[in-house]
T-cell receptor, first 115, second 112 residues
Framework: DPKIIQKPKYLVAVTGSEKILICEQY?????MYWYRQSAKKPLEFMFSYSYQKLMDNQTASSRFQPQSSKKNHLDLQITALKPDDSATYFCASSQDLGGNQDTQYFGPGTRLLVL | GDSVTQKQGQVTLSEDDFLFINCTYSTTTYPTLFWYVQYPGQGPQLLLK?????NKGISRGFEATYDKGTTSFHLQKASVQESDSAVYFCALVGGGNYKPTFGKGTSLVVHP
C-alpha cells in the first residue's frame, strides 16, 4: 500500500485559476515537505512543516500556500496560476525535522500543467 | 551554501556494463550524503545514505563512498540491468540542517 498519497496524479489548469494539491502520509511522520521539480531545474525545496506548523518557506511567491488540517496532511494551494508553475510537485515526509540523518520519503507527485 | 554537482546528464550502457555516476559536493559542514533513484512517473526513492560515521553505503548492488578528500560521492554498480534505467540524484544535507540540496540528476539508460 502506498505510504504517501498525492492527489491528483495529473492536473491541467488554466492561467489565473486556483488549484489544491493533496498530500497524505501514513508513515507516522511528524515532518512534511513540498518540493517542485521542473524540466530546467533540480528538485527544489519549497516548504517544511513540523507538527502542523510551518517551519520554513523557500517559495518567493505568496501564491503558494500550504495547508495542514491534520498532522499527516499537507495540502498545497496555488492561486493565480501561471504557465511557469507547470511542474511536478512532490510531497515528502520524515520522522522529525532536524538532524541531517533523517531520511525524507517522497510521494509519487502531482504533475501540473498550466495552459 | 551547500552545492551538489552531477556533470553527467545522461549515461547510456548495455546490460552487465559497469556503472559510474559522478557526484561532487561542497559544504562547510559534516554532511549526510544520499543517492535517490527516480523511476518514470514516480517520486524519488532513497537508494542509499552515508554519514560521516560510515563512509560507504551499499544497497541493491549499488555502492557509494564518501570521500572527504576529493569531496566526492560517486555511485557505482558492477553490472547494470535494464531495470536500473532511471534518473539518479545525488543529495546532501549539511550538518545542523534538514533540507537536502539535490544535484540535477543523471539519467541512466540501460539497453538489453
Amino acid at each position: 500500500d502506498p505510504k504517501i498519497i498525492q492527489k491528483p496524479k495529473y492536473l491541467v489548469a488554466v492561467t489565473g485559476s486556483e488549484k489544491i494539491l493533496i498530500c497524505e502520509q501514513y508513515l507516522g511522520h511528524n515532518a512534511m515537505y513540498w518540493y517542485r521539480q521542473s524540466a530546467k531545474k533540480p528538485l527544489e525545496f519549497m516548504f517544511s512543516y513540523s507538527y502542523q506548523k510551518l517551519m520554513d518557506n523557500q517559495t518567493a511567491s505568496s501564491r503558494f500556500q500550504p495547508q495542514s488540517s491534520k498532522k499527516n496532511h499537507l495540502d498545497l494551494q496555488i492561486t493565480a496560476l501561471k504557465p511557469d508553475d507547470s511542474a511536478t510537485y512532490f510531497c515528502a515526509s520524515s520522522q522529525d525535522l532536524g538532524g541531517n540523518q533523517d531520511t525524507q520519503y517522497f510521494g509519487p507527485g502531482t504533475r501540473l500543467l498550466v495552459l | 551554501g551547500d552545492s551538489v554537482t552531477q556533470k553527467q546528464g545522461q549515461v547510456t550502457l548495455s546490460e552487465d556494463d559497469f556503472l559510474f555516476i559522478n557526484c561532487t559536493y561542497s559544504t562547510t559542514t559534516y554532511p549526510t550524503l544520499f543517492w535517490y533513484v527516480q523511476y518514470p512517473g514516480q517520486g524519488p526513492q532513497l537508494l542509499l545514505k552515508v554519514t560521516t560515521a560510515n563512509n560507504k553505503g551499499i544497497s541493491r548492488g549499488f555502492e557509494a563512498t564518501y570521500d572527504k578528500g576529493t569531496t566526492s560521492f560517486h555511485l557505482q554498480k558492477a553490472s547494470v540491468q535494464e531495470s536500473d534505467s532511471a534518473v539518479y540524484f545525488c543529495a546532501l544535507v549539511g550538518g545542523g540542517n534538514y533540507k537536502p540540496t539535490f544535484g540535477k540528476g543523471t539519467s541512466l539508460v540501460v539497453h538489453p
